[in-house]
């Protein structure tokens, strides 16, 4: 009997070895090649040989002809369907990641109980849980009446002949695709070949059927999507649920959708009865706002097509250490030390003898560099103990030489700062005479060096003086 060859497959990228080793060398992550047999790949379906199956013909169409709006459903819960593009799209799979207990499973019940109330015919199908307790948690957030069917299974074959035994469903739900197992691949559940087998049979059901498939995934300590990630690519949207732990709210971001915009996030608030919309955040991250104090810069960003405003603190403290501290939440630590780095050679304002503590309020993840601007305000004006204008938001991109680039869509901003009572904005010069600035205290500057000019002037105490090495042992003596 001949023996059967075997691979060795990454776990964390997917990358196929012919021999183990202890370091994968695609990744360089250590301890993730497992052994699965080399015909358990799924590529082509039942397991048949490439020479064995024979192709068939394929209509080609021009590109030019008639195209027709993606019909969709829309859930009625108005931030999922904002970030999926306005509604789930017939015959779509969608992915989505996020860390454990954030609520993943809370919002795919509340949505699909949503949809199955208009009238729509959903399926969830859990493979962590079973049913009862499925129930348990559909009572405790008020769903126990929703006409939703429920099944607690693993075997992707039996989840696909349940499904074709009556009317095609308009949502299924698999929660998660990491616990789901199909007969072609013969390694283990959860596996890399096993993940992309099941993805892969669940995915062409959903372009048979025009069912809308929503996958559930889990995500590895670097807040990937665990698993092949050539996942991401197979199906049409992917979405991360984050949140910070001792938060309250929680964001729901779009990073790819071929069928809507990118980088489109949608708020919710985590209470007792499950997760509440919160249909302007803006309010939501000024809630608690203390404007007197210094080292705070209200940031008017853009989250996809929508306009927010956010705090940014800014913490400027003498350093007893040799190497000061640099922590940053909510923003890019790389990003944080260009802009220091701009201040002290263009500027002059020296932060080498301090520590630097960055945190954006409210638990949201900024990646724009539009707010380049924000936190260079919040940086000089901690360091200068003197607090910014309180009706005043700041959005604008630092370059290298100090200049201050334009940012897109200034007009929606500064719309939504007037809608919450900012008067005034600093921004970028060519911005201000694009956007056609609403009020007369909006001013545009054109270098770093004229914001660190403007908050200088209005200083009224002096900042706190950082000690020289000679002058700390004079001190002891």
């Given at each position: 009997?001949?023996?059967?060859?075997?691979?060795?497959i990454?776990?964390?990228?997917?990358?196929?070895?012919?021999?183990?080793?202890?370091?994968?060398?695609?990744?360089?992550?250590?301890?993730?090649?497992?052994?699965?047999?080399?015909?358990?790949?799924?590529?082509?379906?039942?397991?048949?040989?490439?020479?064995?199956?024979?192709?068939?013909?394929?209509?080609?169409?021009?590109?030019?002809?008639?195209?027709?709006?993606?019909?969709?459903?829309?859930t009625?819960?108005?931030?999922?369907?904002?970030?999926?593009?306005?509604?789930?799209?017939?015959?779509?799979?969608?992915?989505?990641?996020?860390?454990?207990?954030?609520?993943?499973?809370?919002?795919?019940?509340?949505?699909?109980?949503?949809?199955?109330?208009?009238?729509?015919?959903?399926?969830?199908?859990?493979?962590?849980?079973?049913?009862?307790?499925?129930?348990l948690?559909?009572?405790?957030?008020?769903?126990?009446?929703?006409?939703?069917?429920?099944?607690?299974?693993t075997?992707?074959?039996?989840?696909?002949?349940?499904?074709?035994?009556?009317?095609?469903?308009?949502?299924?739900?698999?929660?998660?695709?990491?616990?789901?197992?199909?007969?072609?691949?013969?390694?283990?559940?959860?596996?890399?070949?096993?993940?992309?087998?099941?993805?892969?049979?669940?995915?062409?059901?959903?372009?048979?059927?025009?069912?809308?498939?929503?996958?559930?995934?889990?995500?590895?300590?670097?807040?990937?999507i665990?698993?092949?990630r050539?996942?991401?690519?197979?199906?049409?949207?992917?979405?991360?649920?984050?949140?910070?732990?001792?938060?309250?709210?929680?964001?729901?971001?779009?990073?790819?959708?071929?069928?809507?915009?990118?980088?489109?996030?949608?708020?919710?608030?985590?209470?007792?009865?499950?997760?509440?919309?919160?249909?302007?955040?803006?309010?939501?991250?000024?809630?608690?706002?203390?404007?007197a104090?210094?080292?705070?810069?209200?940031?008017?960003?853009?989250?996809?097509?929508?306009?927010?405003?956010?705090?940014?603190?800014?913490?400027?403290?003498?350093?007893?250490?040799?190497?000061?501290?640099?922590?940053?939440?909510?923003?890019?630590?790389?990003?944080l030390?260009?802009?220091?780095?701009?201040?002290?050679?263009?500027?002059?304002?020296?932060?080498?003898?301090?520590?630097?503590?960055?945190?954006?309020?409210?638990?949201?993840?900024?990646?724009?560099?539009?707010?380049?601007?924000?936190?260079?305000?919040?940086?000089?004006?901690?360091?200068s103990?003197?607090?910014?204008?309180?009706?005043?938001?700041?959005?604008?991109?630092?370059?290298?030489?100090?200049?201050?680039?334009?940012?897109?869509?200034?007009?929606?901003?500064?719309?939504?700062?007037?809608?919450?009572?900012?008067?005034?904005?600093?921004?970028?010069?060519?911005?201000?005479?694009g956007?056609?600035?609403?009020?007369?205290?909006?001013?545009?500057?054109?270098?770093?060096?004229?914001?660190v000019?403007?908050?200088?002037?209005?200083?009224?105490?002096?900042?706190?003086?950082?000690?020289?090495?000679?002058?700390?042992?004079?001190?002891?003596s």
């Amino acid at each position: 009997m001949a023996r059967s060859k075997v691979q060795f497959i990454c776990q964390n990228c997917g990358a196929v070895s012919p021999r183990w080793q202890g370091r994968c060398e695609s990744c360089g992550e250590w301890n993730t090649l497992v052994e699965e047999p080399e015909s358990g790949g799924g590529g082509i379906g039942g397991g048949l040989k490439a020479s064995s199956r024979r192709g068939r013909v394929l209509a080609l169409e021009d590109l030019a002809g008639k195209s027709e709006d993606a019909p969709r459903r829309k859930t009625g819960i108005g931030e999922f369907d904002r970030v999926t593009g306005g509604g789930f799209v017939r015959g779509s799979a969608i992915l989505i990641g996020g860390d454990p207990g954030i609520g993943k499973s809370t919002l795919l019940l509340q949505s699909s109980a949503a949809l199955a109330a208009s009238g729509e015919r959903v399926v969830y199908v859990s493979g962590e849980e079973a049913v009862a307790q499925v129930r348990l948690r559909a009572e405790r957030l008020g769903l126990g009446k929703a006409p939703l069917k429920l099944a607690a299974e693993t075997s992707v074959e039996d989840i696909l002949a349940t499904l074709a035994d009556g009317p095609a469903p308009a949502l299924v739900i698999i929660d998660s695709i990491q616990t789901m197992w199909t007969a072609i691949a013969e390694s283990a559940p959860g596996t890399v070949t096993q993940v992309r087998s099941a993805a892969q049979s669940l995915i062409r059901y959903a372009k048979q059927t025009g069912a809308t498939v929503c996958l559930v995934g889990h995500v590895t300590k670097d807040g990937q999507i665990a698993g092949p990630r050539v996942v991401e690519h197979m199906v049409d949207a992917v979405l991360y649920f984050e949140g910070e732990g001792g938060q309250h709210y929680r964001i729901l971001r779009a990073v790819k959708n071929r069928f809507g915009a990118t980088d489109e996030i949608g708020v919710f608030e985590m209470t007792g009865r499950g997760l509440v919309e919160v249909p302007n955040p803006s309010e939501l991250f000024l809630g608690e706002r203390n404007s007197a104090a210094p080292g705070a810069a209200v940031f008017a960003g853009m989250e996809g097509s929508r306009p927010v405003l956010v705090e940014i603190q800014a913490l400027v403290a003498p350093s007893p250490l040799g190497t000061p501290r640099r922590a940053v939440v909510g923003w890019d630590g790389n990003r944080l030390a260009m802009v220091l780095a701009v201040l002290e050679s263009r500027c002059g304002v020296r932060f080498g003898g301090s520590d630097i503590y960055l945190n954006v309020a409210g638990g949201l993840r900024i990646s724009e560099p539009a707010a380049d601007l924000a936190v260079a305000a919040a940086l000089v004006s901690s360091l200068s103990n003197t607090p910014l204008p309180p009706n005043s938001v700041y959005f604008g991109e630092v370059s290298l030489s100090g200049a201050i680039r334009p940012v897109p869509q200034a007009p929606a901003r500064l719309k939504e700062a007037e809608r919450l009572g900012f008067a005034g904005a600093v921004m970028p010069a060519s911005s201000k005479d694009g956007a056609a600035a609403r009020s007369s205290t909006s001013r545009g500057i054109e270098h770093l060096s004229q914001l660190v000019a403007s908050i200088a002037a209005g200083r009224r105490t002096p900042p706190p003086r950082v000690h020289t090495p000679e002058e700390d042992e004079a001190l002891e003596s």
